[in-house]
């Protein structure tokens, strides 16, 4: 009797440990049934080629490449999960190893749907709105200089890098250098390629294959700096702050303002509201770019910023885009990236993006913005460890790229300054690079 109840106790902790492996948020002894149901749909051209055979495709996948990325020793200091998402299931597509039907559905989730869309206007309203404006007037103003010198000594290091490779210097700037420093993926590349496809005439497919991987390399020399001005710090504590920005100490009074939308318990009613202010402000970009010459994803951009720097919106109002916001970007980021990866990522044409000149001009790029930060840091009273770590910010991939590089380099009570160099400056650069390019073309 003994003996069957211990093998009866043996068995339930061996579930129990299985039920406590995860795919993503979820058991694997859930997520093996729902793949192979998935798979199994497909297989038998009974998959819905909608929104719903769509978002399981993306999130079996995304939760999948995102776990594995976020295991692997160094990948997962380095982007893994994002990378991951991105580049396999452009593989699967390049060498046709994906079921049809799946990519039918994700292609009616991604094109059809709109979900692309929804992704960006959630993304960049919530991210605005959920900063406190207190930190984003002062953080700002803290720092314009280190941000603005690192953003010309990067356009200038990178531009000349391209040069002595032989690359012509428009391509240079508006392939190379923007997707590096627009503020990542949904909130730089994807409203980028959208503005580069309608003024160049061009497929947004074919912009994106362009401007990713740019993003992605600009993202892995920042995360590999991140760690290396930590050791820095480490070695010569006169240089660090310890996550302090300024060498007056009046930083932690800033943080700790930061962190006041966040703490405020999960409204669901609100998270409502949030996402139709994220669509309204995505439509009204649309409504005003016929008379402004401005795309809509721009315009929703600079919308955003004005009703947070003006504190037109009501505090409750954005707690609930907030919300929403890092509901979106915590289950859907991943996912997202699949879709990408499948349908706007040739893998012939990415093959051919990573060469050791191309490699060369995006660190170059990216390194220069650092340096310029800490030498601006150490003529502007400011811990240069600290101040070259915020500027590396602004070469990262957006939300998900500030974490890597704040987690390689243990800071991660600066991310209000980092979504202000990633956030503000990537918006400023997309912003002025359609400018730019409408003016040239």
């Not at 309203?125 to 207190?134: D, E, Q, V």
């Not at 590096?180 to 309608?198: F, R």
């Not at 890092?326 to 990522?345: C, H």
């Amino acid at each position: 009797m003994e003996q069957a109840i211990t093998e009866q106790n043996k068995q339930e902790n061996f579930l129990q440990k299985l039920m406590g492996i995860t795919v993503g948020p979820v058991p694997i002894l859930i997520y093996i049934p729902i793949a192979i149901i998935i798979l199994a749909a497909a297989s038998a051209k009974r998959l819905p080629i909608d929104m719903i055979g769509g978002f399981a495709c993306i999130m079996v996948l995304g939760f999948l490449f995102g776990d594995i990325g976020g295991k692997i020793p160094v990948l997962r200091n380095i982007g893994g999960p994002a990378i991951l998402s991105l580049f396999i299931p452009s593989a699967m597509i390049g060498m046709e190893v994906m079921n049809p039907e799946m990519n039918k559905a994700i292609t009616a989730i991604m094109k059809t749907s709109n979900f692309l869309y929804f992704y960006i206007a959630c993304l960049v309203a919530g991210s605005l709105l959920g900063m406190n404006r207190r930190v984003l007037i002062q953080g700002f103003l803290r720092m314009f200089v280190p941000l603005a010198v690192g953003t010309v000594a990067a356009v200038a290091s990178g531009m000349a890098a391209g040069l002595l490779f032989g690359y012509d210097l428009k391509h240079t700037f508006f392939f190379i250098i923007i997707p590096i420093m627009g503020g990542g993926i949904g909130e730089g590349v994807l409203p980028t390629s959208i503005a580069y496809a309608e003024i160049l005439g061009k497929s947004q497919a074919e912009m994106i294959a362009q401007l990713v991987p740019a993003a992605l390399i600009g993202n892995v020399v920042a995360i590999v700096s991140a760690g290396v001005l930590k050791r820095i710090g480490e070695k010569f504590p006169r240089f660090s702050g310890n996550g302090l920005l300024v060498r007056s100490g009046d930083d932690a009074e800033l943080l700790k303002s930061q962190n006041e939308i966040a703490s405020k318990p999960l409204d669901l009613p609100l998270m409502g509201a949030g996402m139709l202010i994220a669509c309204s402000f995505f439509i009204a970009g649309g409504l005003l770019a016929p008379y402004t010459g401005i795309p809509g994803p721009i315009l929703m951009i600079l919308i955003g910023a004005m009703f947070k720097i003006t504190n037109l919106m009501p505090a409750r109002m954005e707690q609930g885009a907030y919300q929403m916001y890092r509901f979106i970007a915590t289950n859907l980021t991943f996912p997202l990236m699949v879709g990408l990866g499948a349908l706007y990522m040739p893998w012939n044409k990415l093959v051919e993006a990573f060469t050791f000149s191309y490699f060369i001009i995006c660190s170059v790029t990216v390194l220069a913005m650092i340096a310029s930060g800490w030498v601006v840091g150490a003529l502007m009273n400011m811990y240069q460890v600290e101040t070259a770590l915020v500027n590396a910010c602004h070469s990262g991939l957006g939300g998900t790229g500030d974490v890597a590089i704040l987690s390689a380099a243990e800071r991660m009570e600066m991310m209000p300054f980092a979504q202000i160099s990633t956030r503000i400056g990537g918006a400023c650069m997309v912003v002025s690079a359609v400018f730019l390019l409408r003016a040239l073309t």
